[in-house]
């Protein structure tokens, strides 16, 4: 059991550059193409669909819909998502998502090395968040999350489960009719909390807690026409340097939208594109699919995105 227990312990804390390494960092990422092909920009609603996990404020810029994405990975990790977010009249808006990220296919072993069954790493999180517009120029929104991860292999004795509660707030402020400014601060007071005393028969287990970063992110958006521009910056608290964002989104072709952006990471910048298409139905729901790519750092490979989303 000594093997399992040190891997498990070590994930959260584990220093990667910035690029990863800390409990949580699956919620820096979005299940979707249009922050894919945007850097990774996330504080704005059209770069991301999951305000829940990143700016609240921006659901005032949604309408009633529905939000599904996944994304195929490498070495048999998975990440997908879906959300759903409507209007509160007169003034405020809900929205509620589900996103799940893991790897599975991992080959388990005991202490001796014998081979012992694939086990599999999930991280869950279940969000509701809220915004309320309190003038035409400015609104806040705070998000209430609960996160889950679970470990568990064909051995029950091996399974082992942590949770937590937390929140996040953010703002959005129109600093003339075609700029907007945005900000956020994510993961306040979230932590996984763990028991392992079913892991060890000698009573070595323990109870202890792995908490998450706390995230601070400020971006702004220029409307120019059919062109838009976005830039965003967020830092980890005093744990990682600060990391750049940015990219342009064109929507002059009908009901086709086209993205391109990158983000600077570990001194590599790492692009990304995407494309969004509204089928031309004449009767019934919006429906837009999303397609992007991001190339990832050296030896990750690139990141497929295809998410949904259908106004109702």
Do not use: C
Request: net charge negative.
């Amino acid at each position: 059991m000594v093997v399992v227990f040190t891997v498990i312990s070590g994930v959260g804390n584990l220093q990667a550059g910035t690029t990863g390494g800390f409990t949580g960092t699956f919620m820096r990422l979005t299940p979707d193409g249009m922050s894919a092909g945007l850097g990774g920009v996330t504080l704005f609603e059209n770069a991301s669909g999951y305000a829940f996990m990143h700016n609240p404020a921006s659901l005032l810029e949604t309408d009633r819909r529905i939000h599904a994405g996944a994304v195929k990975l490498s070495l048999d990790r998975y990440f997908y998502g879906i959300n759903v977010t409507m209007p509160l009249p007169p003034t405020a808006h809900i929205g509620i998502g589900i996103l799940s990220a893991g790897t599975d296919n991992i080959p388990g072993r005991d202490s001796r090395g014998y081979y012992t069954g694939d086990l599999q790493d999930e991280e869950r999180l279940i969000g509701v968040s809220f915004a309320n517009d309190f003038s035409s120029r400015a609104s806040v929104g705070i998000a209430l999350q609960i996160v889950q991860r679970v470990f568990t292999g064909e051995q029950n004795s091996w399974d082992l489960t942590a949770s937590g509660f937390g929140a996040g707030v953010g703002m959005m402020l129109k600093l003339t009719p075609g700029m907007t400014l945005s900000a956020s601060v994510q993961n306040v007071a979230l932590k996984y909390n763990w028991n392992t005393q079913n892991l060890f028969t000698s009573g070595q287990g323990q109870s202890y807690t792995d908490e998450f970063p706390n995230l601070v992110a400020v971006g702004i958006r220029q409307n120019l026409g059919n062109l838009q521009i976005m830039l965003e910056v967020d830092d980890y608290l005093n744990q990682s340097e600060i990391q750049y964002r940015g990219g342009l989104v064109y929507s002059g072709w009908g009901n086709l939208i086209l993205r391109g952006g990158g983000q600077l990471m570990d001194d590599v910048i790492l692009p990304g594109m995407s494309a969004s298409y509204l089928l031309p139905f004449e009767f019934g729901p919006q429906i837009q699919i999303d397609l992007g790519f991001v190339v990832g750092i050296p030896g990750e490979g690139v990141r497929q995105y295809l998410s949904w989303e259908m106004e109702f």
